[in-house]
């Protein structure tokens, strides 16, 4: 099985509803104008926008996803969106362990684990996100920090057709900074040698790993052509549709 080039947006928390369904519909349009065989676009709004950007994807070949998820079908967690709640919506997929909401919600790896085996339980695929910080680069631990996240993050029934890792340097989002290609290329070779001791070579070889860290489309050629590398992840590029669409156009063939 050939690995599909995963192409996915993040929106993070931009866009009221005008704004949300243009750009959804420019993307949808757009996707469809290219006809991509081997690529798979995705976007990922808000929770706000969830329900408006299914209607205007609606007979498009792009799929709906959301930034998070909580562990629990339901209950007293006020605040929180259940999985389900997502599947409910038309998402077939979820970011979990993003570095804002590791950073900023203190999620730790367990966590991550739990919420990627909750998606998977609701029939979502799961995003999951690793990557160092700046100091853990500058220490020389790149390496052992994706290793050990990798093993405490992935769950035990993750499969390449329900999981999905994206390798998100921490001091590489949304700064304009980049690591090099030789460098995203020893990564992603490490990242799918962890995911390969964790659940088998077969495994291994199928699952896609994304590289996102201000990914734009005049170095998405370099950085997501990789042999290691199933496409990307996208933030402040992906709330234009001529730039998501320009990093597209870069890496995916008809
Ligand atoms: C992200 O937050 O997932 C991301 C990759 O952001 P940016 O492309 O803006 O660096």
Redesign the pocket.
């Known amino acids: 099985m050939v690995r599909k080039t995963l192409i996915a947006g993040?929106w993070?928390m931009n866009g009221l509803l005008e704004d949300g369904l243009a750009l959804a519909k420019d993307v949808a349009l757009e996707a469809k104008k290219r006809g991509y065989k081997n690529c798979e676009f995705l976007v990922c709004p808000p929770f706000t926008l969830l329900s408006t950007v299914k209607k205007a994807l609606r007979g498009s070949k792009v799929a709906l996803g959301a930034q998070d998820c909580h562990t629990a079908t339901s209950g007293a967690h006020t605040g929180d969106v259940s999985p389900q709640m997502l599947k409910d919506l038309g998402c077939s997929y979820v970011i979990v362990g993003?570095s804002?909401r590791r950073a900023n919600h203190h999620e730790t790896s367990a966590l991550v684990c739990q919420k990627a085996e909750s998606a998977h339980a609701a029939g979502l695929k799961a995003i999951i996100?690793i990557g160092e910080t700046e100091s853990e680069r500058d220490s020389g631990k790149t390496i052992a920090v994706c290793q050990k996240q990798i093993k405490e993050s992935v769950p035990s029934d993750a499969t390449a057709q329900n999981t999905v890792i994206?390798y998100?340097p921490v001091w590489?989002?949304?700064?304009g900074k980049t690591p090099t290609v030789a460098d995203v290329a020893e990564v992603h070779g490490a990242i799918r040698a962890a995911i390969s001791q964790k659940l088998g070579k077969a495994v291994a070889s199928q699952m896609r790993i994304l590289y996102?860290?201000?990914?734009k489309p005049s170095n998405a050629a370099q950085l997501l052509s990789l042999k290691d590398v199933d496409g990307g992840?996208?933030?402040?590029?992906?709330l234009k549709a001529s730039d998501f669409m320009g990093i597209a156009d870069a890496v995916c063939q008809k």
């Open positions: 993040n993070k993003h804002e996100c994206a998100e590489a989002i949304g700064t996102g860290g201000s990914v992840l996208i933030g402040g590029a992906s």
